[in-house]
């Protein structure tokens, strides 16, 4: 049994917990500063038993030993996420000011549904928003809430879009609701409608893979009223393609839809100059997500879920409680009211604070780094008579294959690449062929480290 005041003396700065506060900092400080993490990687659910189970008893085992299993088997049996050869999925390489910043935000635990409780907070994050707001070229009121990723602010955005429809019919439904996005549309889409138990049409893209005003209007002219909203991807998951928003945005009045932009990935590009011209029309979006966790440097987990009309999600999102009726009552912007979410970390502020630290003009370079690493690359492939790239890079994801390959030989290739810790490349498909991809989002990736990894196809 534990001693009567343990459960007191654990919320106290005595040496126990000092100790602790201590152990962790220490790690963390390691951790965030060090230059050249390991890559990592996953153990099987047996081996993890076998080293690290047993850490729950009655008594705790105490902050160094917790510490201890952390340090020696835990983190090692995750993969790290900003290492320059992670180039699956949609990696992160959040900067060490944001980094270390999750550890304030931890600390000050601000309670970030609502301006009553947290106003701090909330300001901050909000001059986030306004910044990207201000980028993407929405107006003044635009305003939404930073949460926890793509999926979520997709289907908060959805739900807002299905809501401002349905006051706008005065309360008729159709038979079904319905929405438009590309075949090459993200999963979370899929799911978004699966919740809303609504349908989903994904229209066809032309050979560049962008969905185009043709193409949805078409699938208006076949669902009419059905369909509320249309999703364009501004860059997406497996080909960084942006879709061509501003046709989009032509089929308007003439058919009266809610626009919403899944930039998740890609519309961190439109703070560089160079790429803007691909997202025209997205200023005329009636909400957008960009994941700071992505490539806006950011910790995990974060998307800026941003309205044009913020009055409107706020009637579809927010909560009606008695126990909520004074944070509804006071004045302030309450983030709660404007997604699928009511409590909430103040997850916006690692970004708020390395954009503050660094100033805009670093983010700009960042991004724009990426996209000559991927230029760079691109080039790289074409030079190789082994190698062809699938499509040339629209933003940062250079998708290729290596001739004479089977799925077999990618999977073989990538096993070994993870067993090396040389890299973490993952097989994909396009329209079945099976091809591999790097996703680049991380500044600090050379030219050098990603041509040893083309090297490794070559044998
Ligand atoms: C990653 C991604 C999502 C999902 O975001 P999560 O933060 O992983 O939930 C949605 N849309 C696009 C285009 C993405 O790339």
Known sequence: MAAPDASARMHHSTAETEGAVDLVLDHARRRILEEHPPLNRSRTPGELSRLAAGTLTEDGIGAREALSVFERILAPACVTLAHPRHLSFIPGAPTKAATAFDLAVSAANAYGGSWLESSGAIFAENEVLAFLAREFGLPAEAGGAFVQGGTLGNLSALVAARDAALRKRNGHRPPRWRVVCSAEAHSS???????????????????????????????????????????????????????????????????????????????????????????????????????????????????????????????????????????????????????????????????????????????????????????????????????????????????????????????????????????????????????????????????????????????
């Open 189 to 459: 889409l899929v799911t978004a409608a699966k919740v809303m138990d609504i349908d989903i049409t994904l229209a066809p893209t032309g050979a560049d893979g962008k969905l185009t005003g043709q193409a949805v209007e078409r699938a208006l002219g076949r669902y009419g009223d059905e369909v509320f909203a249309v999703v364009a991807t501004a860059g997406s998951t497996n080909f960084g393609i942006v879709d061509d928003i501003a046709s989009l945005t032509r089929l308007r009045p003439r058919h009266d839809f809610w626009l919403h932009v899944d930039g998740a990935y890609g519309l961190a590009a439109m703070l560089t100059p160079e790429r803007r011209e691909l997202f025209r029309g997205v200023e005329l979006a009636d909400s957008l997500t960009v994941d700071p966790h992505k490539w806006l440097f950011a910790p995990f987990d974060a998307c800026a879920l941003l309205y044009r009309d913020p009055g409107a999600a706020r009637a579809a999102h927010a909560q009606d409680a008695a126990y909520l009726d004074p944070l509804h009552d006071a004045p302030g912007w309450n983030p709660a009211d404007y997604a699928v979410h009511l409590s909430r970390r103040t997850r916006g502020l690692p970004l708020w604070f390395s954009l503050a630290t660094h100033g805009a003009g670093a983010y700009r370079a960042a991004i724009a780094r990426c996209l000559h690493l991927a230029e760079e690359i691109a080039e790289e492939i074409r030079a190789r008579p082994r190698l062809s790239l699938v499509r040339d890079p629209e933003l940062s994801v250079v998708v290729f294959r290596r001739e004479g390959w089977r799925k077999a030989d990618y999977t073989a290739w990538s096993d070994r690449l993870l067993r090396e810790q040389t890299a973490l490349v993952v097989p994909s498909s396009h329209q079945g062929e099976p091809v591999t991809r790097f996703a680049l989002v991380n500044p600090a990736a050379t030219r050098e480290e990603l041509i040893e990894v083309l090297d490794t196809m070559e044998r």
